[in-house]
């Protein structure tokens, strides 16, 4: 592997667009490439963020005026800003978009209280654009049958061989909830092109283990799924390697998870021609590095790696943490979530968060040759 050139997605000069954060980049079949971020006034929790999108028709090297897509609307009276959005292309020009809805009513309360453990009200909506992302159908909001919970979206869809579509989120302790927390990673499914889903299944669910920032992809069959997480032991509050799960039968059911080695938080992988797995991830804990890494194999580790960012901006990862000091500490993060997208011709596109302090960053991509 070796790194081709690099490039960073311009932003508009206002405070709306100081903090770029929480990136994907998806290549159409016309061949655009379609960007879609949250752009907010800070990293943290404050009254003005919501998920933007903008493309380039010439393969990075230009882009169009970030927007705000579509505007999401109230929930029995409640307002919401529109926090991530991912997309899924699908047949010709039209594409699936995902997006998740979070209570905006009162924006001086925070999105996580760490007294209560609990998450501000965060739900899911999709549409639909039939001419490669320029407008947009009226969002719906998705139900998911037997889950009331906030369910932060942890990444674009995914499409199986047989056009089942999978959308990819957890399951967070609700505002007022009484009882005891247990972090869950979920997935629902869609087997009609996106307009109904059903069939949520649990991949993680573990009292005090936190497998956060579920990282899924479908695998060179079209039908397994391999899945990774950020994972935090909340007993002996430590920071653990990145941990996985594999699943046969397009994330019904899965293997026992199984730890990679590999520490730090995992991004989004990608399925290159010849079928090997290519998975990213970043370790924060001497320097943020993020490292590009092969595997024919996953379940026997990784063959090759490539760091391609490094920045000698000093630890912002605490390997010894508590649950509720490491929401304290991503909101300190300047670079993050990095993900990585196929381009085809044995070419990889490398892209994520980073920036000189966490409430000034850009969205940075590097192309890889594979």
């Known amino acids: 592997m070796e790194i081709v050139s690099r490039g960073i997605i311009p932003k508009p000069v206002h405070d709306h667009f100081n903090s770029n954060t929480f990136p994907q980049i998806q290549k159409l079949p016309s061949g655009r490439w379609l960007a879609l971020f949250k752009a907010s006034e800070k990293k943290g929790d404050c009254a003005f963020m919501h998920a933007v999108m903008c493309w380039s028709d010439d393969e990075g090297v230009s882009w169009s005026t970030p927007f705000e897509p579509v505007k999401l609307p109230d929930i029995n009276g409640v307002p919401g800003q529109s926090r991530t959005a991912y997309i899924l292309p699908l047949a010709g020009n039209r594409i699936l978009m995902v997006l998740n809805w979070v209570d905006c009513s009162d924006t001086s309360l925070p ?3 760490p007294a209560k453990e609990t998450l501000k009200d965060t739900r899911i909506f999709y549409c639909f654009s039939n001419d490669d992302g320029a407008s947009w159908s009226v969002p719906q909001l998705m139900t998911i049958a037997g889950i009331n919970a ?3 979206l942890t990444g674009p869809p995914l499409m199986l061989k047989d056009g089942t579509i999978i959308c990819q989120f957890e399951i967070n302790k609700p505002v007022g909830d009484p009882g ?23 991949i993680t669910e573990e009292k005090n283990m936190y497998y956060w920032d579920q990282r899924p992809q479908v695998l060179a069959d079209g039908i397994s799924v391999i899945d990774f997480f950020w ?5 002996t509050n430590q920071y653990k390697n990145i941990h996985a799960r594999l699943s046969h039968d397009g994330g019904k059911t899965w ?8 520490y730090g ?10 079928g090997r797995l290519m998975a990213i991830d970043i370790d924060r804990s001497v320097k943020p590095v993020i490292t590009v890494r092969m595997s024919k194999d ?4 990784f063959d090759t790696s490539l760091i391609v960012y490094e920045i000698n901006s000093g630890r912002q990862d605490s390997k010894e943490i508590s649950m509720n000091d490491a929401w304290a500490e991503m909101v300190q993060f300047s670079v993050g979530h990095p993900s990585l997208l196929y381009l085809g011709n044995n070419e990889a596109l490398a892209y994520f968060y980073a920036g000189a302090s966490a409430d000034i960053t850009d969205i940075v991509f590097v192309r890889i040759l594979v």
């Open 180 to 202: 005891e927390w247990i972090h869950r990673s979920a997935m629902v499914f869609s087997y009609d092109g996106g307009n109904t889903w059903k069939d949520s299944v649990i």
């Open 111 to 113: 999105y996580y209280d």
């Open 265 to 274: 938080q995992p991004g989004q992988p990608i399925v290159v021609e010849d």
């Open 255 to 262: 293997s026992k998870i199984w730890d990679t080695g590999i």
């Open 150 to 152: 906030p369910v932060p």
């Open 231 to 235: 994972t935090l032991d909340g007993i």
């Open 298 to 301: 996953i379940r026997n580790g």
